[in-house]
């Protein structure tokens, strides 16, 4: 299985800062078809997992645009321009290049 | 918009047995693989199983492997899980997600072991 690794665990950041997670990959993750199925998810405390991105940089709608995504083969980024509250929550990437889909183990956002 | 609505949870004594359901909407189900995942309390997501579009092809965690069956039914736009054997490791949230882009993820079914 690819395995997702998301450093750091905890990231402390102040209102109106820039915040920025990273996610390795054990392999490419450039499918055959030539997409890079790298996605962000966002979970909020006591919600349900939300999707960010998809496709390494694809924002979803209604998605503000304070975020973004960035990264090739087995490096991945996403970053915040100025975290809000409302940003709060953990973050995880999930590859679906190749079965099985596997997350990291998720990037915990709180306000400093 | 795509829509998924996981139920069939509940509490479980070792040993027992549960079936989970994910009803589909939205989007062409017979199209897309699908997978559940589950969340243990304070964790991280977790794969559990995946099975292709047309259902010949699954594939589990080791964790899960040899007692939990996925399976779908492409006429009822619905994808199951059958849980055996349940452990108090198995306690999580079960959701179930769609594809390689996992666009959607809905509210999760909650599976409680214990006696």
């Known amino acids: 299985d690819v395995v997702m690794t998301q450093p750091p665990l905890s990231l402390p950041v102040t209102l109106g800062q820039p915040a920025s997670i990273s996610c390795r990959s054990s392999q490419s993750l450039v499918h055959s078809d030539a997409n890079t199925y790298l996605n962000w998810i966002q979970q909020r405390p006591g919600q349900s997992p939300r999707r960010l991105i998809y496709?390494?940089?694809n924002r979803d709608s209604g998605v503000p645009d304070r975020f973004s995504g960035s990264g090739s083969g087995t490096n991945f980024t996403l970053k915040i321009s100025r975290v809000e509250s409302e940003d709060v929550g953990v973050y995880y990437c999930v590859q679906g290049s190749h079965w099985p889909i596997t997350f990291g183990q998720g990037t915990r956002l709180e306000i400093k | 918009e795509v829509q998924l609505v996981e139920s069939g949870g509940g509490l479980v004594q070792p040993g027992g047995s549960l079936r989970l359901s994910c009803a589909a909407s939205g989007f062409t189900f017979s199209n897309f693989a699908m997978h559940w995942v589950r969340q243990a309390p304070g964790r991280g997501l977790e794969y559990v199983s995946v099975i292709s579009s047309n259902g010949d092809n699954t594939y589990y965690a080791n964790s899960v492997k040899g007692r939990f069956t996925i399976s779908r039914d492409n006429s009822k736009n619905t994808l199951y899980l059958q849980m055996g054997s349940l452990r108090g490791d198995d306690t999580a949230v079960y959701y179930c997600?769609?594809?390689?882009?996992?666009?959607?993820w809905g509210q999760g079914t909650l599976v409680t072991v214990s006696s």
């Open positions: 997600a769609r594809g390689r882009t996992t666009p959607a």
């Open positions: 496709k390494v940089s």
